[in-house]
C-alpha cells in the first residue's frame, strides 16, 4: 500500500511513498544507515512517531526530482494562463 503526502506551505509537493519504507523513529535513531539506504533505494522514507508519519527522508535525486517536476508545473501554469489570455496581454502590448 502507498501513503500519499501533500505538503501545502509556499509549495506543494505530492508523493506517493510505499508503506512499507515506514521506519520507527526508535528504530531509525538505532539504525540511521538503514533509513538512508532504503532512502537511496526507494527515494522516500517516513518516519513515524508514535505511529504516525512524522518525518520524510529523501534522497536528494529524489529532492531534485520533485524541484524540477514543480518548476515544470508552473511553466505549464504559466503558458496555459497566457494561451487562454493572449488577446488581453496583446491589447496591453499596444
Known sequence: SCLHIEYTGDEVIDMIINTKQMIPLADANRNFSKVARAADQQG????????VPKYVVLSF?????????????LESVAARILKENLPAFSELAK
Request: charged share 40%; proline share 0%; hydrophobic share 35%.
Open 44 to 51: 522516500a522514507v517516513v518516519i513515524l512517531k508514535n505511529n
Open 61 to 73: 535525486d529524489h529532492f531534485e526530482g520533485l524541484s524540477k517536476s514543480e518548476d515544470e508545473r
